[in-house]
């Protein structure tokens, strides 16, 4: 059995970073990446966008992806198996994978770094109703089709859903010469970033319905249109309003889970909002040694923060091994009103500054993100507009807090 | 001109119009807005990121080496459909020069490997 200090799951965004993280504090790292190459979404992400905050230039998703892939790859302290899917991994962190060239791998870590990212929400997820013909894609499938395989996945296009990939997709497809019919929502708002809806529809007349969705599909072998009407506030559609769109295809971009399948009945707390682990602010899940980044821990909207957390998960993990990671957490972080939720979820009493990540509920104007700790005020932030698409952070200084923390809005 | 601002969440509802060679812009809330507002109106521009097709199957991703205006993404889109790449080419390299007349060339965002299939 091989071993090595820290074994990073995934080698997307999330694993490279990690992986880079854990190696500027000497640990020896494998990454187990199931696909053919490093990279994850990034690959198939041809669209620029990528990098402002973290290398403060606009780049494209392969172009991310390789600065990363370039570091990892000429580090002799990473070993890469690639097309390698771990099966299991147990809480003495001996993990068991398989993969067409080397057969069964088992491998003893030090300490581990979940770095699985997420997966699209698909037609059975929601519910959808009608016939089940070919022609109905999650937007990210048909992206990795488009963009990766060079097909195009249909010729007249209906998008169920305003997230960035939908948003991506509706003129990545227009581009390639489908028409792109509509793009709805069932919220009241989107989930997508501005930018996208100005640059990927607007720009391309491209018209998008808010409190709609899709009532049924219909076709036999290929789809051959969608029924679609408004929703009431309870979200109930309402059915006196159902309209037919034929198109041939329909494209879901309706939510992403983080992939923890592996982690499903292990001792490690799992948060019912984000889906992903607890954890503290070195990202450490509640099994000791085993710790988690990217969207495998919170669904992030942009990849520049998967990278930043990722490079705590590694460089933490790192320090776990070599015993230099302070005992339990004892400082729980909460939330308030308009926080859906903050992660960390908990922090250790001590110095330094840590930030805590959080997304709001709604869209907010003119409020104040305030971090109470009882009935100290540890931090107040003003803010102009809050979206529940963006996520925002607010930083504290742990030498101020006493005891537990809450993250709200306040007027 | 109606269009919504995109330098930041805000996301500001901007009108802007052009009164005796002056472009004005109205709805804004900060002079980032005003600015993004006059350059929508006056020569707004936009990077291509798009797929060349390679020959014998498969493609390579590329985009425009700078933002190009935006009347003319249709036809750069139109050049791209019409190139086939049959050759190697590293991340970085230029794979069609002057897109569109732009003075921008497409560049490769991707390595590709090309070998010639029998």
Redesign the interface.
Same mark, same amino acid.
């Given at each position: 059995m091989r071993k090595f200090d820290v074994v990073i799951i995934g080698g997307g965004p999330a694993g490279m970073a990690a992986a880079i993280g854990a190696r500027e504090q000497g640990a020896s790292v494998a990454i187990l990446e199931r696909d053919v190459r490093l990279g994850g979404i990034l690959?198939q992400c041809?669209?620029?966008g990528f990098g402002l905050h973290y290398f403060g230039e %606009?780049l494209?998703g392969?172009?991310y992806a390789?600065r990363f892939r370039k570091k990892v790859l000429s580090d002799e302290g990473i070993t890469v198996y690639l097309e390698a899917m771990v099966l299991s991994l147990t809480e003495d962190r001996v993990l068991t994978a398989v993969s067409p060239t080397q057969g069964l791998i088992e491998i003893s870590a030090g300490s581990i770094v979940l770095a699985m990212g997420c997966r699209e929400r698909s037609a059975g997820a929601i519910g959808l109703v009608g016939t089940r013909p070919a022609g109905i894609y999650t937007a990210g499938m048909a992206q990795r089709l488009?963009? @990766?395989?060079?097909f195009l996945v249909g010729k007249e296009v209906v998008i169920l859903g305003s997230g960035d990939i939908g948003l991506i997709m509706a003129r990545r497809m227009t581009? %390639?010469?489908a028409k792109v019919k509509l793009v709805m929502e069932l919220m009241p708002f989107s989930s997508g970033l501005?930018?996208n809806? @100005?640059?990927c529809l607007?720009?391309y007349d491209i018209p998008l319905r808010y409190s709609t969705t899709v009532t049924r599909v219909t076709g036999k072998e290929r789809l051959t249109g969608v029924y679609v009407a408004p929703v009431d506030e309870k979200l109930q559609p309402i059915l006196e309003k159902e309209e037919y769109i034929p198109c041939d295809t329909l494209l879901l971009s309706v939510g992403l889970i983080p992939e923890n399948d592996l982690i499903a009945g292990s001792n490690i707390e799992m948060s019912r909002v984000t889906s992903g682990a607890v954890v503290d602010e070195y990202r450490q899940t509640t099994v000791p040694g085993i710790f988690s980044a990217g969207n495998v821990l919170h669904v992030h909207d942009l990849v520049d923060n998967v990278s930043e957390e990722a490079f705590i998960a590694g460089r933490s993990a790192a320090q776990f091994v070599a015993g230099n990671l302070p005992e339990k957490a004892c400082v729980s972080v909460t939330v308030g009103r308009g926080v859906r939720y903050a992660l960390p979820q908990r922090i250790h009493l001590g110095e330094g500054n840590v930030r805590l990540y959080f997304r709001v509920d709604q869209v907010y104007r003119s409020m104040t993100v305030t971090v109470r700790s009882g009935n100290d005020l540890l931090k107040k932030k003003k803010t102009? @507009?809050?979206?529940p698409g %963006?996520m925002q952070y607010v930083e504290i200084d742990k030498c101020l807090v006493s005891g537990d923390l809450c993250v709200a809005l306040e007027e | 001109m109606e269009t919504t601002c995109i330098m930041c969440p805000m996301g500001c509802a901007l009108t802007i119009e052009e009164k005796n060679g002056v472009v004005s812009v109205t709805g804004n809330t900060c002079p980032r807005g005003e600015k993004y507002g006059v350059g929508e109106y006056t020569d707004p521009k936009r990077m291509v990121t798009t797929l060349l097709k390679v020959r014998g199957g498969g493609v390579l991703s590329v985009k425009t080496s700078e933002p190009i205006r935006k009347a003319l993404v249709s036809l750069a889109l139109q050049e791209a459909a019409s190139v086939c790449i049959g050759r190697s080419v590293k991340a970085g390299d230029i794979v069609l020069q002057n897109v569109a007349n732009s003075g921008a060339d497409f560049i490769a965002t991707a390595d590709l490997t090309y070998t010639e299939k029998v």
């Amino acid at each position: 059995m091989r071993k090595f200090d820290v074994v990073i799951i995934g080698g997307g965004p999330a694993g490279m970073a990690a992986a880079i993280g854990a190696r500027e504090q000497g640990a020896s790292v494998a990454i187990l990446e199931r696909d053919v190459r490093l990279g994850g979404i990034l690959n198939q992400c041809i669209h620029n966008g990528f990098g402002l905050h973290y290398f403060g230039e %606009e780049l494209t998703g392969p172009e991310y992806a390789e600065r990363f892939r370039k570091k990892v790859l000429s580090d002799e302290g990473i070993t890469v198996y690639l097309e390698a899917m771990v099966l299991s991994l147990t809480e003495d962190r001996v993990l068991t994978a398989v993969s067409p060239t080397q057969g069964l791998i088992e491998i003893s870590a030090g300490s581990i770094v979940l770095a699985m990212g997420c997966r699209e929400r698909s037609a059975g997820a929601i519910g959808l109703v009608g016939t089940r013909p070919a022609g109905i894609y999650t937007a990210g499938m048909a992206q990795r089709l488009s963009n @990766v395989n060079g097909f195009l996945v249909g010729k007249e296009v209906v998008i169920l859903g305003s997230g960035d990939i939908g948003l991506i997709m509706a003129r990545r497809m227009t581009s %390639e010469g489908a028409k792109v019919k509509l793009v709805m929502e069932l919220m009241p708002f989107s989930s997508g970033l501005k930018r996208n809806i @100005v640059q990927c529809l607007n720009d391309y007349d491209i018209p998008l319905r808010y409190s709609t969705t899709v009532t049924r599909v219909t076709g036999k072998e290929r789809l051959t249109g969608v029924y679609v009407a408004p929703v009431d506030e309870k979200l109930q559609p309402i059915l006196e309003k159902e309209e037919y769109i034929p198109c041939d295809t329909l494209l879901l971009s309706v939510g992403l889970i983080p992939e923890n399948d592996l982690i499903a009945g292990s001792n490690i707390e799992m948060s019912r909002v984000t889906s992903g682990a607890v954890v503290d602010e070195y990202r450490q899940t509640t099994v000791p040694g085993i710790f988690s980044a990217g969207n495998v821990l919170h669904v992030h909207d942009l990849v520049d923060n998967v990278s930043e957390e990722a490079f705590i998960a590694g460089r933490s993990a790192a320090q776990f091994v070599a015993g230099n990671l302070p005992e339990k957490a004892c400082v729980s972080v909460t939330v308030g009103r308009g926080v859906r939720y903050a992660l960390p979820q908990r922090i250790h009493l001590g110095e330094g500054n840590v930030r805590l990540y959080f997304r709001v509920d709604q869209v907010y104007r003119s409020m104040t993100v305030t971090v109470r700790s009882g009935n100290d005020l540890l931090k107040k932030k003003k803010t102009m @507009v809050l979206a529940p698409g %963006e996520m925002q952070y607010v930083e504290i200084d742990k030498c101020l807090v006493s005891g537990d923390l809450c993250v709200a809005l306040e007027e | 001109m109606e269009t919504t601002c995109i330098m930041c969440p805000m996301g500001c509802a901007l009108t802007i119009e052009e009164k005796n060679g002056v472009v004005s812009v109205t709805g804004n809330t900060c002079p980032r807005g005003e600015k993004y507002g006059v350059g929508e109106y006056t020569d707004p521009k936009r990077m291509v990121t798009t797929l060349l097709k390679v020959r014998g199957g498969g493609v390579l991703s590329v985009k425009t080496s700078e933002p190009i205006r935006k009347a003319l993404v249709s036809l750069a889109l139109q050049e791209a459909a019409s190139v086939c790449i049959g050759r190697s080419v590293k991340a970085g390299d230029i794979v069609l020069q002057n897109v569109a007349n732009s003075g921008a060339d497409f560049i490769a965002t991707a390595d590709l490997t090309y070998t010639e299939k029998v």
